[in-house]
């Protein structure tokens, strides 16, 4: 992942917090974004609480691209989203971050160059810096508590562009060293099981034994097992066998 | 949204800083949810560090089910999700938090209880309490830089758990007080910009003089404009053919 890879800006404007900067960053690097924009932080720039904050993420503040106004930070864009915590009655598309992404995706790909503005901590993003804005990104978020801070709605933003952008594998079972049983395995598990089983006269009453039979057989059926899982079944049984016949 | 609310129980296995259970409890209540376990913390129960940081989702924290065991806090729980950093060689299916709560909420509907457990800050997850999970999730992190908080990583699980089970809006254009100009309206306004930009001689030479107009009418046609957009374009005009007037 390198800082060639197509990717939307993302623009903290007028950030107060070193720490919140050093957060937005790590955020954004845990899903490959590394370009980042700041409009007139608060506390100048560089900030060091932001790089102590940062912690392996400081290249992402090294090569951050410093502004003293929002419309400086975008002149290269050609569609801009606005985070805020409420859509403000704007006649602008209000999307969720994941369509927000799709869109920036799809955008990117056609050779645009896409931000995202995120406002100050406290107040959020102004009417000034959202009217530069071409959508509006809503996180859906719990109507009766809604307390995201900076660098968790950059979190949730870059997880989307990476969920969007990624070939994700979204299920796997991990086949490192599995060594699965065969057919052949389970059924010689299932008989081993059968045999034993009836000796010890567990099916019955004898009207019930075929269906019972038919049962243990699902169930082994139904579970992926790995060749030492078979063994230790074996294993089991085996002294189950020895306990009763020491008597 | 009530405790009532069907959903996954978030387990913290040993947590150690009283910040971060505070910073899960505030996570998991901006997605609506609010049953907490607490495996074992570090600092004791109740914790006043978590209470402080809480703030607003204090009641996530009050009703949290506090146990000294991993296996206690799952004893009425029907399918276990575990969040680790790395999947680990196991034979367990790995999935993403959006297949991770996909899954959960096809079987909280069929009403099962599902729980998912997230590790100590520093270590994460012990092979112990991996083994009681029936699958793992695993955020799909830039594999270069992965650097997800105890928060965070809940922040995004919650998110998912909404993002899956909520009726989400994903693109809608806020409509409250929109008053959108008509068809006429429109054609009112291409027509006095046609005729007033004619009088003044935009339209030259007079060979591209129709292409010019068709491009016009185009862009018009492009913009999404309120009634108020279209009486000021008709001002802008107005104001423009005065202040010509008066020479």
């Known amino acids: 992942m390198t800082t060639a890879t197509p990717q939307p800006a993302f623009v903290l404007v007028r ?16 899903f490959g974004l590394d370009k980042m924009r700041v409009v007139d932080p608060r506390d100048g720039w560089p900030n060091e609480r932001a790089v102590a904050m940062a912690s392996g993420a400081g290249r992402v503040l090294d090569g951050a691209f410093l502004t003293q106004t929002t419309a400086e930070a ?3 864009c050609h569609y801009v989203f606005a985070t805020t ?3 403000r009655g704007l006649t602008k598309p209000v999307v969720t971050p994941e369509t ?3 869109q920036a995706a799809e955008r990117i790909a056609r050779g645009e160059k896409v931000a995202v503005l995120f406002g100050p901590e406290r107040a959020g993003l102004e009417n000034e810096d959202i009217a530069r804005a071409n959508a509006i990104i809503n996180v859906p ?19 989307e562009w990476r969920r969007q952008s990624a070939d994700i594998v979204h299920e796997r079972v991990d086949m490192t060293k599995t060594d699965w049983a065969n057919h052949a395995e389970m059924e010689a598990l299932e008989r081993h099981y ?4 009836d000796a010890a006269g567990f099916f019955f009453p004898p009207e019930k034994a075929e269906g019972m039979k038919i049962n243990l057989r699902n169930m082994w059926s139904r579970m992926p097992m790995t060749r030492a899982d078979v063994q230790m079944l074996h294993g089991v049984l085996r002294q189950m066998v020895r306990w009763k016949e020491k008597g």
Not at 15 to 30: D, F, K, S, T, Y
Not at 194 to 197: A, F, P, S, W
């Open 194 to 197: 059968e045999e034993r089983l």
């Open 85 to 87: 915590a409420r859509a």
């Open 15 to 30: 950030p107060q917090m070193g720490e919140n900067i050093g957060g937005a960053a790590r955020a954004m690097l845990n």
């Open 74 to 76: 975008l002149e290269d």
């Open 100 to 102: 927000a992404m799709k």
């Open 141 to 159: 978020v719990n109507p009766e508590y809604a307390s995201l801070n900076l660098a968790q709605c950059v979190l949730l933003t870059a997880y």
